[in-house]
């Protein structure tokens, strides 16, 4: 369309009385209401754009030339006649609901937490692995790439307790608090952040999981022997979050970086991708396939690794 942004209503003003191009312009809108705003030569309600406003969204980074939506919002606030006032509030608090999504940033991983940093303010982001009460109190496991630590609520945040309460595995939180030492006889052997529990003051959910899960993600590596390969293939993104899982992956990682690092820092090989050894296509007919010529019934492989004149 010519002018997507409905802020260009500000251009339109600028325009000459012209009522075919003025017509022209406000069909190429994508924007129904432009339709239904006062002529161009005349300046259009605050609560007309406003709603415009509201509807475009937070757009990309403006210049420092470029008027942003709240700055637009504040300038038609002078001239807002007095009936219109009274539907301002709730503009303004969707025109705040629609700013952009502040994600909270962690500063720590669960599993690289230790003795060392009792007494730390962290903000930690993972999976709820597990939950329990106990003595008025909740527990949390909390687990990302690196590992899992036990989150404690604590009795004079009752918001918090509120929160976990309702939380279910494999919620995906963010916990902000204070690492600490567990008591003697609270220190758990099998993990390697046993010694220390965070003490949460603030849990915020990220996403929730609002129906029980088709196989537990354990650290056990039972779930194979016990739900049929295609009900984790079904669910292949729970499936890959398991220990097992993760622990293959990252070997065959390993396995694939040495063989490239010896090949290429010892012998000079150069990894190449010609047009002729394609890759697949996605949906298409079929793969396309090149023959050996040395061997009989053999096919190239996807990548070649070829050796450099010094070999």
Request: hydrophobic share 40%; aromatic share 4%.
């Amino acid at each position: 369309s010519l002018i997507p942004n409905p802020l260009s209503l500000l251009f339109l003003r600028s325009l000459p009385r012209s009522p075919p191009m003025a017509s022209s312009l406000l069909r190429a809108s994508p924007l129904s209401l432009l339709s239904r705003l006062r002529p161009l030569n005349r300046r259009p309600p605050a609560s007309h754009l406003r709603r415009l406003l509201l509807l475009s969204g937070p757009a990309s980074a403006p210049s420092r030339s470029t008027p942003t939506p709240r700055t637009l919002a504040a300038a038609t606030d002078a001239a807002t006649p007095p009936e219109e006032a009274a539907a301002l509030p709730a503009a303004d608090a969707r025109l705040e609901r629609m700013q952009p999504l502040q994600w909270p940033q962690r500063d720590a991983l669960c599993g690289e937490l230790g003795a060392g940093d009792a007494g730390r303010r962290v903000r930690l982001c993972g999976w709820v692995a597990l939950r329990r009460s106990h003595a008025g109190l909740t527990f949390l496991t909390l687990r990302d790439s690196s590992g899992m630590v036990q989150v404690t609520t604590l009795p004079e945040y009752p918001e918090v307790y509120a929160v976990v309460n309702k939380l279910r595995v494999e919620s995906v939180v963010s916990v902000e608090g204070v690492v600490r030492l567990r008591p003697t006889e609270s220190i758990n052997a099998d993990m390697s952040t046993g010694a220390i529990e965070v003490a949460a003051d603030c849990v915020s959910v990220l996403n929730s999981v609002t129906r029980s899960l088709p196989f537990p993600i354990t650290t056990a590596d039972t779930v194979k022997e016990k739900f049929p390969e295609e009900v984790r293939l079904r669910f292949r993104v729970l499936d890959l979050r398991r220990p097992q899982m993760q622990s293959n992956l990252r070997l065959r990682h390993k396995v694939i970086k040495h063989i490239r690092r010896y090949l290429e820092d010892r012998h000079d090989f150069v990894e190449i991708e010609t047009p002729i050894l394609s890759k697949s296509t996605p949906e298409g007919a079929r793969d396309y396939l090149v023959p050996s010529r040395v061997q009989e019934h053999a096919l190239l492989f996807l990548k070649a690794l070829s050796c450099s004149s010094k070999c």
